[in-house]
């Protein structure tokens, strides 16, 4: 059974930064995939990013040059820093795992982009 625990979500003005946290608890990160996958209201959830096995990464289209997810192995915690923060960036931002075909998620953190 694998944990998520995400973090960092908050209001921010257009162009500005934010810093999600995704702690992980019942195996090793760079054992699984983890992405990043976020929700408008009204929308369906869809993929922002991943990194496999601590190595290989992806980013939606819509994200590319502008967030970028990482790892910190001995934290067990997948990141995704958010930079040139848009309107259109905000939702609901979930931390997925997979792990031997099961797959995780967290409760989600919340990413609010206005001015």
């Known amino acids: 059974q694998v944990q998520l625990v995400e973090s960092g979500g908050g209001s921010v003005e257009p162009g500005g930064s934010l810093r999600l946290s995704c702690a992980a608890a019942g195996s090793m990160i760079c054992k699984m995939r983890v992405g990043w996958y976020r929700q408008a209201p009204g929308e369906e959830r869809e993929f922002v990013s991943v990194?496999?096995?601590?190595?290989?990464?992806s980013y939606a289209d819509s994200v590319k040059g502008r967030f970028t997810i990482s790892e910190d192995s001995a934290k067990n915690t997948v990141y995704l820093q958010m930079n040139s923060l848009k309107p259109e960036d905000t939702g609901m931002y979930y931390c997925?795992?997979?792990?031997?075909?099961?797959?995780?998620w967290g409760q989600g953190t919340q990413v609010t982009v206005s001015s």
């Open positions: 997925k795992a997979v792990l031997d075909w099961e797959t995780y």
């Open positions: 990194i496999n096995g601590c190595q290989l990464r």
